[in-house]
């Protein structure tokens, strides 16, 4: 075995990695020197080892970071105020046991709520949803529900699974809006340059001129917030010049009269209108799109963030549908569970919730496309043709509503949530509405916070248990049930002190609430024996063979199975949403109105190369990559505006405002601004509230109340909302000279 | 039925899967070697990509105070 199982050694080493710096889990290798990570680099399979960005190979600066967490703290000032005493390991999880049994005898399992992120924490196993469920409570909330876990669940509704895009064999692409880059989401851009060298075209329908639209075959630079309309053109053309499979829509779809009654109430004059781009262009592109001898719709998370997320992100399967796109090399390819590793979504132990626990679960009664309401009406079709009642599809299929919970958390109603727990993921600054989930977590008995740094949320908690980091253990990622695959990430060096993984943790917790017996596993390596049971090996075994293995693909599943929806069928016309008293066709939704006040569309939840959404702010060699945050604007809108490149401004909202410098550049779509996300300023712990994280965060700045709120799932409207922009006469007091300079 | 022109497309993704998973093994045989061997030449070589590296400095550098 390649792993340094000795890590006192002092012979340098490599071991498989699964990065996990950000979401996409690219293979690099560990380079270990006396017990030391000391650089990741590279994949040495030449089929992999283009899948590495700056940010992978930044690990080393990540892991081992003096301002790393090693010891449990607990809070001794005010909430929020940042003092800490530390405490055993030990002694922690007594007293959050102890505190968290108080909280649920008083108010109710439901009363706790848990947010996390299995991106960031890749080695939970669906421990914490196990957790919850025998404790009772189906408050789960992610990061994914703004971010691909939504749209595994709507894709369920129309066709029962997620399809992942098989792009490199592609003969045509579709980007709605989604900018892969060299060092952004790697792998899918290496996918798609490889795609292009096979004569694929690559369609981009962005507002701004980005990275890969300056490349595309075709760029429609349509209006923020709009791709429910652009899709419904497309099915316009795509129905009225029988562009469509007949006999795939003949035989394998329910529904279709329907969809093209609301099809034509989208004549490209209207869409045209709608979206700001040329009619004809419109028609070309689904066209092109039509006529591909193969051709896929990439999940991306700008439809994800739409006040008509629902709809836009079913028109995508409905075109996938509609032109026989479905399963098929080249184009959306349905995984299903490997059965070679046992599933979270079987580890989750969803079946163990009650009913009426699940009936809790907070949004579901306005918002439940998401929520166990909507996603258990799957359930029997999901084992007919998957043998699992339950597919926790990027383990976004059964969660609560963040704005719902944050909102239960500051008002108590319709019930009080008074235990939050926080797990790899920055929770104040990753969902909209942030001064509500402030408000919500002061509202708060007990928080507990698990994370490698200290974060404004890791702030707010009562504890703070340190995390450890994928170098440290051992893993098989299997993308999380939305492809095929198993990637093993070996354990390289052993976490510093009391730094420990989140299936310890929520293991010593069960144990200390009295249900260990559901988490017989006492190491996460007896976990990854049991998940490879099927394959008669064990962890060691498995990761001494390989360090991957692909499910050699099968296409078209659904000729002997069907699809998992109650049809059996692909819905054009939803049966679920029917049910559940919404509109079972899809439709546009006009976001908020711009007006003389907030003459912008502002569009937020922008990641950027140098860091993953609220991380790494405090890792020098990635900040001195983007030292500040910076806003584009059109040259236009900046002239008109009095302003240059690097001025500082604030802009605002109805809801809140951050600061920022700008950059003014042509790629910009007139009369929109580009917010990017997650920004904070480590520097400025002691000296500014929860460490600046309330100057420059783009999640104070989107409305969360339920109108503002897409009807379905309970999405904001992250893409075109109003706002306005003031300049600044002088840079904000307190930043440092980098952020000034930078 | 699949279609002739169906059937090969999947064949052809079969088989590349089944030449990937062989060059994912840690002790290769020669048929494994072989499968390498080809993936090597298809996939061309990679340069070394400057962009990727970091100033060493020393990893207990903090962002703190910039």
């Given at each position: 075995?390649?792993?340094?199982?000795s890590?006192?050694?002092s012979?340098?080493k490599?071991?498989?990695?699964v990065?996990?710096?950000?979401?996409?889990?690219?293979?690099l290798r560990?380079e270990?020197?006396?017990?030391?990570?000391?650089?990741?680099?590279?994949?040495?399979?030449?089929?992999?080892?283009?899948?590495?960005?700056?940010?992978?190979?930044?690990?080393?600066?990540?892991?081992?970071?003096?301002?790393?967490?090693?010891?449990?703290?607990k809070?001794?000032?005010?909430?929020?105020?940042?003092?800490?005493e530390?405490?055993s390991?030990?002694?922690?999880?007594?007293?959050?046991a102890?505190?968290?049994?108080k909280?649920?005898?008083?108010?109710?399992?439901e009363s706790?709520?848990?947010?996390?992120?299995?991106?960031?924490?890749?080695?939970?196993?669906?421990?914490?949803?196990?957790?919850m469920n025998?404790?009772?409570?189906?408050n789960?909330?992610?990061?994914?529900?703004?971010c691909?876990?939504?749209?595994a669940?709507?894709?369920k509704?129309?066709?029962?699974w997620?399809?992942?895009?098989?792009?490199?064999?592609s003969?045509?692409?579709?980007?709605?809006?989604?900018?892969p880059r060299?060092?952004?989401?790697?792998?899918?851009?290496n996918?798609?340059n490889?795609?292009?060298?096979?004569?694929?075209?690559?369609?981009v329908?962005?507002?701004?001129v980005s990275?890969?639209?300056?490349?595309?075959d075709?760029?429609?630079s349509?209006?923020s917030?709009?791709d429910?309309a652009?899709?419904?053109?497309?099915?316009?053309?795509?129905i009225?010049?029988?562009?469509?499979d007949?006999?795939?829509?003949?035989?394998y779809?329910?529904?279709?009269?329907?969809?093209?009654?609301?099809?034509n109430e989208?004549?490209?004059?209207r869409?045209?209108?709608?979206t700001?781009?040329?009619?004809?262009?419109?028609?070309?592109?689904?066209?092109?799109?039509?006529?591909?001898?193969s051709?896929?719709?990439?999940?991306?998370p700008?439809?994800?963030?739409?006040?008509?997320?629902?709809?836009?992100?079913?028109l995508?399967?409905?075109l996938?549908?509609?032109t026989?796109?479905?399963?098929?090399p080249?184009?959306?390819?349905f995984g299903?569970?490997?059965?070679?590793?046992?599933?979270?979504s079987?580890?989750g132990?969803?079946?163990m919730?009650s009913?009426?626990?699940?009936?809790?679960?907070?949004?579901?009664?306005?918002?439940?496309a998401?929520?166990?309401?909507?996603?258990?009406?799957?359930s029997?079709?999901?084992?007919?043709v998957?043998?699992?009642?339950?597919?926790?599809?990027?383990?976004?299929?059964?969660?609560?509503?963040p704005?719902a919970?944050?909102?239960?958390m500051?008002t108590?109603?319709p019930y009080?949530?008074?235990?939050f727990?926080?797990?790899?993921?920055?929770?104040?600054?990753s969902y909209?509405?942030?001064?509500q989930?402030?408000?919500?977590?002061?509202?708060?008995?007990?928080?507990?916070?698990?994370?490698i740094?200290?974060?404004p949320?890791?702030m707010?908690?009562?504890?703070?248990l340190p995390?450890d980091?994928f170098?440290?253990?051992?893993h098989?990622?299997?993308?999380?049930?939305?492809?095929?695959?198993?990637?093993?990430s070996?354990k390289?060096?052993?976490p510093p002190?009391?730094?420990?993984?989140?299936f310890?943790f929520?293991?010593?917790?069960?144990h200390?609430?009295?249900?260990?017996?559901?988490?017989?596993?006492?190491?996460?390596?007896?976990?990854?024996?049991?998940?490879?049971?099927?394959?008669?090996?064990?962890?060691?075994?498995?990761?001494?063979?390989?360090?991957?293995?692909?499910q050699?693909?099968e296409?078209r599943?659904?000729r002997?199975?069907?699809f998992?929806?109650?049809?059996?069928?692909?819905?054009?016309?939803?049966?679920?949403?029917?049910e559940?008293?919404?509109?079972?066709?899809?439709?546009?939704?006009?976001g908020?109105?711009?007006?003389e006040?907030?003459?912008?569309y502002?569009?937020?939840?922008?990641?950027?190369?140098?860091f993953f959404q609220?991380?790494q702010?405090?890792?020098?060699?990635?900040?001195?990559?983007?030292?500040?945050?910076?806003?584009?604007?059109?040259?236009?809108?900046?002239?008109?505006?009095?302003?240059?490149?690097?001025d500082?401004?604030?802009?605002?909202?109805?809801?809140?405002?951050?600061?920022?410098?700008?950059?003014?550049?042509?790629?910009m779509?007139?009369?929109h601004?580009?917010?990017?996300?997650?920004?904070?300023?480590?520097?400025?712990?002691g000296s500014?509230k929860?460490?600046?994280?309330?100057i420059?965060?783009?999640?104070?700045l989107?409305?969360?109340?339920?109108?503002?709120?897409?009807?379905?799932?309970?999405?904001?409207?992250?893409?075109?909302?109003?706002g306005?922009?003031?300049?600044?006469?002088?840079?904000?007091?307190?930043?440092?000279?980098?952020?000034?300079?930078? | 039925?699949?279609?002739?022109?169906?059937?090969?497309?999947d064949a052809?993704?079969?088989?590349m899967?089944?030449?990937?998973n062989?060059?994912?093994?840690k002790?290769p045989?020669?048929?494994?070697?072989?499968?390498?061997?080809?993936?090597?030449?298809?996939?061309?070589?990679l340069?070394?990509d400057?962009?990727?590296?970091?100033?060493?400095?020393?990893?207990?550098?903090?962002?703190?105070?910039?």
């Amino acid at each position: 075995m390649a792993s340094a199982e000795s890590s006192k050694s002092s012979e340098k080493k490599l071991s498989y990695s699964v990065c996990t710096i950000c979401d996409i889990g690219c293979q690099l290798r560990a380079e270990t020197e006396n017990g030391k990570l000391k650089r990741m680099i590279a994949h040495d399979n030449p089929a992999l080892a283009r899948n590495v960005c700056y940010k992978g190979t930044a690990a080393a600066h990540v892991h081992n970071h003096a301002d790393r967490l090693t010891k449990p703290l607990k809070r001794v000032g005010e909430r929020g105020a940042d003092e800490w005493e530390e405490i055993s390991y030990q002694q922690a999880m007594d007293e959050i046991a102890e505190r968290l049994q108080k909280v649920v005898d008083q108010y109710g399992p439901e009363s706790m709520a848990v947010s996390t992120s299995g991106w960031n924490t890749q080695s939970t196993h669906s421990m914490d949803r196990r957790f919850m469920n025998a404790l009772g409570t189906p408050n789960y909330i992610s990061g994914v529900s703004l971010c691909a876990g939504n749209t595994a669940a709507v894709n369920k509704m129309t066709y029962g699974w997620f399809p992942f895009a098989d792009m490199a064999n592609s003969k045509c692409i579709v980007l709605f809006g989604h900018n892969p880059r060299k060092h952004s989401w790697t792998p899918i851009f290496n996918m798609i340059n490889a795609a292009r060298a096979n004569g694929a075209k690559v369609i981009v329908l962005d507002p701004r001129v980005s990275d890969q639209a300056e490349v595309a075959d075709l760029h429609l630079s349509l209006r923020s917030g709009t791709d429910a309309a652009m899709c419904l053109g497309w099915l316009n053309v795509i129905i009225n010049e029988e562009l469509y499979d007949k006999a795939f829509v003949a035989d394998y779809t329910v529904g279709f009269a329907e969809l093209c009654e609301r099809v034509n109430e989208y004549p490209l004059e209207r869409v045209a209108e709608i979206t700001g781009v040329d009619a004809e262009l419109i028609a070309e592109s689904a066209r092109m799109y039509a006529a591909a001898e193969s051709a896929c719709i990439p999940w991306t998370p700008i439809t994800d963030m739409q006040i008509s997320s629902t709809s836009a992100i079913r028109l995508q399967s409905i075109l996938r549908a509609l032109t026989g796109n479905i399963d098929i090399p080249g184009g959306d390819v349905f995984g299903g569970f490997d059965p070679n590793y046992i599933p979270e979504s079987k580890l989750g132990n969803h079946e163990m919730l009650s009913q009426e626990q699940k009936a809790k679960q907070l949004g579901s009664d306005i918002h439940p496309a998401y929520t166990y309401r909507a996603q258990e009406m799957l359930s029997e079709h999901t084992e007919r043709v998957y043998g699992y009642a339950y597919a926790d599809i990027v383990m976004g299929c059964y969660m609560a509503n963040p704005s719902a919970t944050f909102r239960a958390m500051a008002t108590e109603k319709p019930y009080p949530v008074k235990a939050f727990f926080v797990l790899g993921n920055n929770a104040l600054m990753s969902y909209p509405n942030q001064h509500q989930i402030l408000k919500g977590m002061m509202n708060q008995e007990l928080i507990v916070a698990h994370e490698i740094f200290m974060t404004p949320t890791a702030m707010l908690a009562d504890y703070v248990l340190p995390g450890d980091v994928f170098s440290e253990r051992n893993h098989i990622s299997d993308y999380w049930n939305w492809k095929l695959g198993m990637t093993v990430s070996q354990k390289a060096v052993e976490p510093p002190a009391e730094c420990s993984s989140t299936f310890e943790f929520w293991h010593d917790l069960a144990h200390r609430m009295g249900f260990g017996n559901l988490f017989p596993w006492e190491t996460i390596e007896d976990v990854l024996d049991y998940r490879l049971s099927p394959t008669g090996k064990t962890f060691e075994e498995f990761s001494n063979e390989n360090y991957m293995y692909i499910q050699p693909p099968e296409y078209r599943k659904y000729r002997k199975t069907g699809f998992a929806t109650p049809s059996g069928k692909v819905e054009l016309k939803s049966s679920v949403l029917e049910e559940l008293g919404f509109d079972p066709l899809p439709y546009y939704r006009e976001g908020p109105a711009i007006s003389e006040e907030y003459p912008y569309y502002v569009f937020t939840g922008v990641r950027e190369d140098a860091f993953f959404q609220t991380g790494q702010r405090q890792v020098k060699v990635l900040r001195d990559r983007m030292p500040s945050p910076k806003l584009f604007m059109h040259p236009v809108d900046a002239e008109r505006q009095g302003i240059v490149d690097h001025d500082w401004v604030k802009l605002q909202t109805e809801t809140g405002e951050v600061t920022a410098k700008v950059l003014v550049q042509a790629s910009m779509k007139q009369g929109h601004i580009r917010v990017p996300h997650g920004w904070w300023y480590p520097e400025m712990r002691g000296s500014a509230k929860l460490a600046g994280s309330f100057i420059s965060s783009d999640a104070v700045l989107c409305p969360d109340d339920p109108e503002h709120l897409d009807y379905e799932q309970g999405i904001p409207h992250f893409k075109g909302f109003p706002g306005r922009i003031v300049k600044l006469a002088e840079p904000p007091a307190g930043m440092s000279e980098q952020v000034l300079a930078g | 039925m699949l279609k002739f022109r169906e059937w090969r497309g999947d064949a052809q993704q079969r088989l590349m899967t089944n030449i990937a998973n062989r060059t994912f093994k840690k002790k290769p045989g020669f048929i494994d070697r072989l499968a390498m061997r080809f993936l090597k030449r298809m996939t061309g070589d990679l340069p070394h990509d400057p962009e990727l590296d970091h100033p060493e400095r020393d990893h207990r550098e903090s962002a703190s105070g910039q």
